[in-house]
């Protein structure tokens, strides 16, 4: 089984491309909430997945595949192919529905998906390889809302690498919309859940109207975050026996 340390490879990457919907979409003006502004939630999150060569994909190319399930879905999802803007003296954060699509890059690995091992070690090793970051995308405003990167692999498989600006989407939008994708990619005309827009719900209101005090949202602060340092925790059935005592009778 690999190791991080034993696992060393090229990438060769194609030059970044923007993706657009592969039709026209709404030129409009979508908010954001007052949640999404808050500024410990103003980050990009990378991601990867890891697939195994699937003998019924023979013949067909995972990038071409992925690329233009992307443009279909972007049809449905199309404010993810705007940008984010700030908007007036309180700094509103609204998607501007341009249409320019979505940063997606093509990439080949001398690697096999045996070599990353299993488990997959984390913090997963050469991670930015397998997600290029982009010169001046890694900003909230302005910039591409999505990047993806399909690398192939020399056993067949590949790796779908991906990021996500967290203000227009959190981790179960962001799985939405993968699904919508692998559902165009297997064939599918159009996503089986379409997208639902109603931000303004989580809006405070004008006037504001206060009836409680959330001191958690009086002092923002960036916070560092490594998003590849995920520990994962395993808990046997002595820590199971311990934290069961440790609840009220009711709870159990």
Not at 44 to 71: R, T
Not at 115 to 127: E, K, M, N
Not at 177 to 201: D, F, K, M, T, Y
């Amino acid at each position: 089984m690999a190791t991080p340390t034993s696992i060393s490879f090229a990438v060769r990457r194609c030059e970044p491309e923007l993706v657009e919907p592969a039709k026209a979409t709404p030129h409009e003006f979508r908010q954001l909430s007052d949640i999404d502004r808050q500024l410990y939630l103003q980050f990009q999150s990378p991601h990867y997945n890891l697939y195994a060569h699937n003998p019924s994909m023979q013949g067909k190319d995972p990038v071409k595949v992925i690329k233009e399930a992307i443009a279909q879905a972007l049809v449905y999802y199309y404010p993810f192919a705007g940008r984010i803007r700030s908007q007036g003296p309180d700094n509103k954060l609204i998607v501007d529905c341009t249409g320019e699509g979505v940063l997606f890059i093509e990439a080949d690995a001398d690697a096999t998906v045996e070599q990353f091992g299993d488990p997959i070690p984390s913090p997963f090793p050469c991670f930015q390889e397998l997600l290029y970051n982009v010169p001046g995308s890694e900003g909230i405003l302005n910039t591409p809302l999505l990047l993806f990167q399909v690398t192939r692999l020399k056993c067949g498989g590949f790796v779908l690498g991906f990021r996500l600006n967290h203000p227009m989407t959190d981790a179960l939008g962001i799985v939405q919309l993968l699904n919508a994708i692998g559902e165009i990619a297997r064939g599918a005309h159009a996503p089986s859940i379409l997208p639902v827009w109603q931000r303004e719900l989580l809006c405070a209101r004008n006037p504001p109207r206060v009836t409680c005090r959330h001191n958690e949202y009086g002092n923002d602060a960036p916070v560092a975050v490594d998003p590849t340092a995920k520990v994962p925790e395993f808990h046997g059935q002595g820590n199971v026996k311990i934290s069961k005592a440790l609840l009220q009778p009711p709870l159990l």
